[in-house]
């Protein structure tokens, strides 16, 4: 189920969706600044006690519990992007919440396969799937910047990023006034992530992780 990519297209992952929302002012120095986090109903230690010991199922729960609407998800329809999908899928089907809203950066370069496999999802699970876009189409990117993945500059990765990723997230975290977005990163992906916790602040917004301590193992279960 996982998600193929031409050795020469763009692509994003699960890793918070590459690029975290800046829908809300950070400091210079990049920590955030402490009225630009949506508040929580009890201190984040208290919260971080009662999410470490719960299954990833329930840490879904807790959220759709405690900021209900504010509640989103971002895929990018890779693996564990597709088993915290069918989690939300089954709030839904079987305890009765309301569908989360799905957020779905399409830079336009997917491969065929990639929306063949968004459209089977779709077709199988309940959920609220909201496609991001850039407003700048890739034709006009092109012909106004070049196939900027390719110079091999840093700079050009940063304009694809930043015109293609991070520009439209954040206007749709701020069009649904995003309070909290889970995503499918996980602890053994990078020596980064191994620091991270269930919930953190990111960018403005409280970032959940519900497969954060989940192991290659436990996504191959799980998908079977």
Request: net charge negative; hydrophobic share 40%; with cysteine.
């Amino acid at each position: 189920m996982g998600e193929p990519y031409p050795a020469n297209s763009p692509r994003s992952d699960d890793a918070e969706m590459t690029v975290a929302p800046r829908s809300l002012p950070v400091s210079s120095a990049g920590a955030e600044e402490p009225d630009s986090i949506p508040s929580l109903p009890l201190p984040l230690e208290t919260a971080l006690e009662q999410l470490e010991p719960l299954p990833p199922q329930a840490r879904l729960r807790w959220a759709a519990e405690t900021f209900a609407e504010g509640l989103v998800m971002t895929t990018s329809f890779g693996i564990q992007s597709a088993v915290l999908l069918h989690m939300a899928s089954e709030l839904t089907d079987r305890e009765g919440f309301s569908p989360i809203p799905v957020l779905w950066v399409d830079t336009g370069y997917l491969p065929a396969e990639t929306y063949q496999y968004v459209e089977q999802l779709r077709q199988r699970l309940t959920i609220d799937l909201r496609v991001v876009q850039a407003e700048i189409s890739p034709a006009r990117m092109e012909a106004l910047h070049g196939r900027l993945w390719e110079s091999g500059r840093l700079e050009d990765l940063q304009l694809y990023n930043r015109l293609r990723k991070v520009e439209p997230l954040d206007q749709a975290i701020r069009s649904l006034g995003v309070r909290c977005w889970a995503s499918g990163v996980r602890s053994n992906q990078t020596d980064h992530r191994r620091a991270m916790r269930p919930l953190e602040p990111v960018r403005g917004c409280w970032s959940l992780r519900p497969l954060l301590a989940w192991s290659h193992r436990d996504v191959f279960y799980y998908m079977q």
